[in-house]
């Protein structure tokens, strides 16, 4: 089993930057793709950014130039570095974790799933 456990979430103002951190333990050998996810309320869980084993990485068309995934293989951790942030980002933000070498984006290609963390972005 896999336990993923985020956190940095928080409120922030229009333009401010966030970094959320998702921290993965128990069977860690099984963890090779992972992902951010949002879902506000009301609406379909969306994918944010996914970074493969070998660190190929994707990023909604919303998100882009504003956000980054990385890895840190060594502390079993996967980073969101949220720039630039806008209300329209608020969201709960979700780590999801896969056995697979590939870059997946879909939320049914996930294993394993976060409890999530809020941000809330608002002045």
């Known amino acids: 089993q896999v336990q993923l456990v985020e956190s940095g979430g928080g409120l922030v103002q229009p333009g401010g930057s966030l970094r959320l951190s998702c921290a993965a333990s128990?069977?860690?050998?099984?963890?090779?793709?992972m992902g951010w996810f949002r879902q506000a309320p009301g609406k379909e869980r969306e994918l944010v950014a996914a970074?493969?084993?070998?660190?190929?990485?994707y990023y909604a068309d919303s998100v882009k130039g504003r956000f980054t995934i990385s890895r840190d293989n060594g502390r079993n951790t996967v980073y969101l570095q949220m720039s630039s942030l806008k209300p329209e980002d608020t969201a709960v933000y979700y780590c999801?974790?896969?056995?697979?070498?590939?870059?997946?984006?879909?939320?049914?290609?996930?294993?394993?799933w976060g409890q999530g963390t809020q941000v809330t972005v608002s002045s």
């Open positions: 970074i493969s084993r070998y660190d190929s990485t």
């Open positions: 128990g069977s860690i050998f099984s963890i090779n793709a």
């Open positions: 999801a974790a896969d056995p697979s070498f590939r870059l997946l984006l879909r939320p049914q290609d996930y294993v394993y």
